[in-house]
């Protein structure tokens, strides 16, 4: 009699336990059905907003929901006028930016010349801790929305003009041939009126003007993103929605696509490269994106920036088996660089072939004589500072030390020097705590010449983080910038990248490629040069 | 009784304070969480300046500990960075990381017991030495490794099960719940069969025995009761162990649970987030030691005159 009560109890207390945790429980399943295809997604980091997305997880529901001005052509990555009927200067300095009629939120609100300048505005300014703000940085007034230091002195961008309900006018603070060019980026979109009236609800379920519609969101579990019937443009879905889940790991997400529980996965884990082929066939997309990998160098110190530290640079550069190393761990999903672009440019939009020249060719000979006559390598031992968290920086690290071991005959001249996270990482480049080389991944937000050198070696530049700093490249790139006529810009643009090899600035390793797999059931899947698919376009059945 | 209860809660605070100072230096060690914020680039340092000041990282850590500790009593664990607060990911990630341990414990409790009793009382017999062997292997062959292999088998080669945790249902959490239970279940089942086969020798049993009990009882009500004192500390403690010892499998079967969230907390150095979610844990073990000396005493109530 005792025990039967006794057992009860024990019963009641674990129903409760499981009822308890099941009740919370508020992973609700996206509506799926129709053609409607999964693919894999990762948390974004940051809130969804056009300005304060930088990372590609983020960035690729933008490029779902949002139109711009601009859009790059998925195949070439060329800017094609999208929202903009036109954008004119006379002098690169003043654009007048025309719009299209017809082009409405998917809430049926008009898109008019203020739905962007509100929306710059708003991602320029301070106030809001956007951290894609630097984009707005050309535009006139920027120092007084968004000063280094001290309160913010003006709550708009004095270089932005409204003239009418399709026309607006932006005045940079120095001349930028390319700058509309730039505006097929996420962070320029249009933004409807319920961004700023109700912020937090929009924030929880983005409305913007693309030829998708966010469904659902369950933040961290995943989003459905129907197809927007009365989507004006010419890219309309031809799917009718995706729905983007989030994995905890990119090999589980391999796992799922190939046990048939997904659709797509725009990212093959590593480990999986060697099987990809024979899993999957055809159904694996392997192709170049603006994605550059380089080895740059601390000029804050000392050893570095003496004279004569150039021939060591280059004597590494020479050191390194580009080819052996994206053969044998990347499989052929990295090619060696050479030059410090990308070849998604294009030839016409500044990608050279072979600027590198000698420099980024294999040559263990030269290189040991290079390092010899710049005065060997500085404290006698290279340490190649990078972070471990993501990636597979270790391996190739590893590797590219031991190629450059081999070369010079010493098994101690090159170590890596791991960094648990990549804050910390970002922290002590922040900090300009390198004393030798570190990894410095790029990733373009334009397909723009410009994006790959300026932000990188230009002095005081954003992503300068070796602190390099050479008159004559920055004045060949304000030149450059100045120049009207395209092919001119680019030519100049191409001579300060020659300045960048002579001095050998940062080591050019490699391009990288965008990389997915996906399900027998989907067709017309392709990356565009970011590598993100692109979504629209895919069939389903 | 009541002495004993009120004299364990007022032990629990400090080492509450005491933890969760720990874990807040120890977060504030690893660096500074704006820098790793802007991608591959610097933040500018305008907005990395207005968003330290934001989450209070301007201020010396003694006083950020206060703040926060100050706050976390009002249920106010502070907003992560995607701008969500830490609370709503603790409501989405803790009922499936306590539904995965649910799944594990009762593993532990169901399996690993009845595998201890049966070894326990059959001592040398073949089934003793197969289930040993069993355990060795488990206790040796990483988390992550009989993980990835279930997870072959069972999702891909027979599909009996789907390789990834979507909604986070009781279903789903039965492979990821054995492997997350598997190291422990192993030592469960061999501290019961210790535990019991030393209690069989002892003199309350001869007697049991002696006095013609039927064996069913002599095992359930004397032996068991007295063998099982270390296995419940083993196991009570355990469950914090579980909650917060899940990123591995979690990661592995695709739950977003609390080792998802502890995991992306770490990489991109999100203060508030695990903070947050260590001060939870942190409390699941206090609470599941209390239960643990308070089982004790029931079990055996010479404890509680101690």
């Given at each position: 009699?005792?025990?039967?009560?006794?057992?009860?109890?024990?019963?009641?207390?674990?129903?409760?336990?499981?009822?308890?945790?099941?009740?919370?429980?508020?992973?609700?399943?996206?509506?799926?059905?129709?053609?409607?295809?999964?693919s894999?997604?990762?948390?974004?980091q940051?809130?969804?907003?056009?300005?304060?997305?930088?990372?590609?997880?983020g960035?690729?529901?933008?490029?779902?929901?949002?139109?711009?001005?601009?859009?790059?052509?998925?195949?070439?990555?060329?800017?094609?006028?999208?929202?903009?009927?036109?954008?004119?200067?006379r002098?690169?300095?003043?654009?007048?930016?025309?719009l299209?009629n017809?082009?409405?939120?998917?809430?049926?609100?008009?898109?008019?010349?203020?739905?962007?300048?509100d929306?710059?505005?708003?991602?320029?300014?301070?106030?809001?801790?956007?951290?894609n703000?630097?984009?707005?940085?050309?535009?006139?007034?920027?120092?007084?929305?968004?000063?280094?230091?001290?309160?913010?002195?003006?709550?708009?961008?004095?270089?932005?003009?409204?003239?009418?309900?399709?026309?607006?006018?932006?005045?940079?603070?120095?001349?930028?041939?390319?700058?509309?060019?730039?505006?097929?980026?996420?962070?320029?979109?249009?933004?409807?009126?319920?961004?700023?009236?109700?912020?937090?609800?929009?924030?929880?379920?983005?409305?913007?003007?693309?030829?998708?519609?966010?469904?659902?969101?369950?933040?961290?579990?995943?989003?459905?993103?129907k197809?927007?019937?009365?989507?004006?443009?010419?890219?309309?879905?031809?799917?009718?929605?995706?729905?983007?889940?989030?994995?905890?790991?990119?090999?589980?997400?391999?796992?799922?696509?190939?046990?048939?529980?997904?659709d797509?996965?725009?990212?093959?884990?590593?480990?999986?490269?060697?099987?990809?082929?024979?899993?999957?066939?055809?159904?694996?997309?392997?192709?170049?994106?603006?994605?550059?990998?380089?080895?740059?160098?601390?000029?804050?110190?000392?050893?570095?920036?003496?004279?004569?530290?150039?021939?060591?640079?280059?004597?590494?550069?020479?050191?390194?088996?580009?080819r052996?190393?994206?053969?044998?761990?990347?499989?052929?999903?990295?090619?060696?660089?050479?030059?410090?672009?990308?070849?998604?440019?294009?030839?016409?939009?500044?990608?050279?072939?072979?600027?590198?020249?000698?420099?980024?060719?294999?040559?263990?000979?030269?290189?040991?004589?290079?390092?010899?006559?710049?005065?060997?390598?500085?404290?006698?031992?290279?340490?190649?500072?990078y972070?471990?968290?993501?990636?597979s920086?270790?391996?190739?690290?590893?590797?590219?030390?031991?190629?450059?071991?081999?070369?010079?005959?010493?098994?101690?001249?090159?170590?890596?020097?791991p960094?648990?996270?990549?804050?910390?990482f970002?922290?002590?480049?922040?900090?300009?705590?390198?004393?030798?080389?570190?990894?410095?991944?790029?990733?373009?937000?334009?397909?723009?010449i410009?994006?790959?050198?300026?932000?990188?070696?230009?002095?005081g530049?954003?992503?300068?983080?070796?602190?390099?700093?050479?008159?004559?490249?920055?004045?060949?790139?304000?030149?450059?910038?100045?120049?009207?006529?395209?092919?001119?810009s680019?030519?100049?643009?191409?001579?300060?990248?020659?300045?960048?090899?002579?001095?050998?600035?940062?080591?050019?390793?490699?391009?990288?490629?965008?990389?997915?797999?996906?399900?027998?059931?989907?067709?017309?899947?392709?990356?565009?040069?970011?590598?993100?698919?692109?979504?629209?376009?895919?069939?389903?059945? | 009784?009541?002495?004993?209860?009120?004299?364990?809660?007022?032990?629990?605070?400090?080492?509450?304070?005491?933890?969760?100072?720990?874990?807040?230096?120890?977060?504030?060690?690893?660096?500074?969480?704006?820098?790793?914020?802007?991608?591959?680039?610097?933040?500018?340092?305008?907005?990395?300046?207005?968003?330290?000041?934001?989450?209070?990282?301007?201020?010396?850590?003694?006083?950020?500990?206060?703040?926060?500790?100050?706050?976390?009593?009002?249920?106010?664990?502070?907003?992560?960075?995607?701008?969500?607060?830490?609370?709503?990911?603790?409501?989405?990630?803790?009922?499936?990381?306590?539904?995965?341990?649910?799944?594990?414990?009762?593993?532990?409790?169901?399996?690993?017991?009845?595998?201890?009793v049966?070894?326990?009382?059959?001592?040398?017999?073949?089934?003793?030495?197969?289930?040993?062997?069993?355990?060795?292997?488990?206790?040796?062959?990483?988390?992550?490794?009989?993980?990835?292999?279930l997870?072959?088998?069972?999702?891909?080669?027979?599909?009996?099960?789907?390789?990834?945790?979507?909604?986070?249902?009781?279903?789903?959490?039965?492979?990821?719940?054995?492997?997350?239970?598997?190291?422990?279940?192993?030592?469960?089942?061999?501290?019961?069969?210790?535990?019991l086969?030393?209690?069989?020798?002892?003199?309350?049993?001869?007697?049991?025995?002696?006095?013609?009990?039927?064996?069913?009882?002599?095992?359930?009500?004397?032996?068991?009761?007295?063998?099982?004192?270390?296995?419940?500390?083993?196991?009570?403690?355990?469950?914090?162990?579980?909650?917060?010892?899940?990123?591995?499998?979690?990661?592995?079967?695709?739950?977003?649970?609390?080792?998802?969230?502890?995991?992306?907390?770490?990489?991109?150095?999100?203060?508030?987030?695990?903070?947050?979610?260590?001060?939870?844990?942190?409390?699941?073990?206090?609470?599941?030691?209390?239960?643990?000396?308070?089982?004790?005493?029931?079990?055996?109530?010479?404890?509680?005159?101690?």
């Amino acid at each position: 009699m005792r025990r039967s009560t006794h057992a009860r109890r024990v019963a009641c207390v674990v129903a409760a336990l499981v009822l308890a945790a099941t009740g919370c429980a508020g992973a609700g399943a996206g509506g799926n059905g129709g053609a409607v295809l999964s693919s894999s997604w990762a948390d974004p980091q940051n809130p969804l907003e056009p300005a304060n997305t930088n990372e590609v997880q983020g960035g690729k529901v933008l490029d779902m929901i949002f139109r711009g001005l601009k859009r790059y052509d998925p195949k070439t990555g060329k800017a094609r006028d999208w929202l903009a009927r036109s954008i004119e200067t006379r002098d690169s300095r003043t654009f007048t930016v025309r719009l299209k009629n017809g082009w409405i939120f998917s809430n049926g609100e008009k898109v008019t010349a203020r739905s962007f300048v509100d929306a710059w505005n708003y991602g320029a300014s301070l106030r809001n801790n956007q951290k894609n703000a630097y984009f707005f940085g050309y535009i006139d007034g920027y120092d007084e929305v968004h000063p280094q230091s001290g309160r913010q002195r003006a709550d708009t961008l004095s270089g932005l003009k409204v003239v009418d309900d399709h026309t607006f006018t932006v005045r940079l603070n120095q001349k930028f041939s390319g700058f509309p060019d730039t505006l097929g980026y996420a962070a320029f979109a249009p933004l409807p009126r319920a961004f700023f009236t109700d912020h937090a609800a929009w924030v929880r379920k983005p409305v913007g003007n693309g030829p998708y519609t966010i469904e659902s969101y369950t933040k961290g579990a995943q989003m459905y993103l129907k197809k927007w019937d009365g989507y004006p443009g010419p890219d309309k879905a031809r799917n009718d929605g995706v729905t983007l889940l989030v994995y905890t790991d990119s090999n589980t997400a391999y796992t799922d696509l190939l046990a048939g529980n997904l659709d797509l996965a725009d990212d093959i884990p590593a480990a999986q490269l060697k099987n990809v082929k024979s899993d999957l066939g055809e159904r694996y997309l392997n192709t170049p994106a603006g994605i550059i990998q380089t080895l740059a160098f601390p000029y804050y110190d000392e050893a570095w920036s003496r004279p004569g530290a150039e021939k060591v640079r280059t004597g590494l550069s020479m050191a390194i088996n580009r080819r052996q190393i994206t053969d044998t761990i990347f499989r052929g999903t990295r090619t060696p660089a050479t030059d410090w672009t990308s070849p998604v440019l294009g030839a016409a939009g500044g990608y050279k072939k072979g600027l590198c020249g000698r420099a980024c060719a294999y040559d263990p000979g030269r290189a040991r004589e290079l390092i010899e006559e710049g005065g060997g390598i500085p404290g006698g031992r290279l340490t190649v500072t990078y972070n471990a968290d993501s990636g597979s920086h270790r391996q190739w690290v590893d590797a590219v030390c031991n190629s450059i071991n081999n070369a010079l005959g010493d098994d101690r001249a090159c170590v890596g020097n791991p960094v648990g996270t990549f804050a910390d990482f970002r922290n002590q480049l922040g900090g300009h705590r390198m004393t030798g080389p570190f990894r410095a991944g790029w990733q373009m937000d334009y397909p723009l010449i410009q994006n790959f050198l300026q932000p990188l070696y230009y002095t005081g530049a954003s992503s300068n983080d070796g602190a390099w700093s050479n008159e004559e490249f920055d004045r060949l790139v304000d030149r450059a910038n100045a120049e009207t006529d395209p092919a001119r810009s680019v030519a100049l643009f191409q001579r300060a990248e020659e300045v960048v090899r002579d001095h050998m600035a940062a080591i050019p390793l490699w391009y990288q490629n965008g990389n997915a797999g996906y399900s027998e059931r989907l067709s017309h899947v392709a990356l565009n040069p970011f590598s993100v698919p692109v979504y629209n376009e895919i069939r389903v059945g | 009784m009541g002495r004993h209860v009120l004299r364990r809660l007022l032990q629990m605070i400090p080492v509450f304070v005491g933890a969760t100072l720990l874990i807040f230096l120890m977060v504030n060690v690893m660096g500074d969480p704006v820098a790793g914020l802007c991608g591959e680039r610097a933040c500018d340092p305008a907005t990395a300046a207005q968003l330290r000041r934001e989450f209070g990282l301007d201020q010396p850590v003694w006083r950020q500990y206060l703040t926060y500790m100050g706050k976390v009593f009002t249920g106010d664990f502070g907003t992560a960075f995607n701008g969500q607060p830490v609370t709503e990911l603790m409501a989405t990630a803790f009922p499936v990381t306590v539904r995965l341990t649910v799944v594990a414990v009762l593993f532990e409790v169901v399996v690993g017991v009845t595998l201890g009793v049966v070894t326990g009382l059959r001592r040398g017999r073949p089934v003793d030495t197969a289930v040993l062997l069993a355990t060795l292997v488990v206790i040796s062959v990483p988390t992550f490794v009989t993980g990835l292999l279930l997870q072959l088998l069972l999702g891909i080669k027979w599909q009996w099960i789907r390789p990834s945790v979507r909604a986070g249902g009781f279903d789903e959490l039965i492979v990821p719940g054995l492997v997350l239970a598997s190291v422990s279940l192993a030592y469960v089942t061999r501290l019961t069969r210790t535990s019991l086969a030393e209690n069989r020798r002892s003199d309350y049993v001869r007697t049991a025995v002696a006095k013609g009990l039927p064996r069913r009882r002599v095992v359930t009500r004397h032996l068991l009761r007295n063998s099982l004192i270390p296995v419940v500390t083993f196991i009570g403690t355990d469950i914090g162990a579980l909650m917060g010892g899940a990123i591995v499998t979690e990661r592995i079967f695709n739950i977003h649970g609390v080792g998802y969230q502890l995991y992306q907390g770490i990489l991109r150095q999100n203060s508030q987030t695990v903070v947050g979610f260590v001060t939870v844990l942190v409390l699941v073990f206090l609470v599941a030691n209390l239960l643990v000396d308070l089982l004790y005493a029931v079990l055996d109530p010479r404890i509680r005159h101690a």
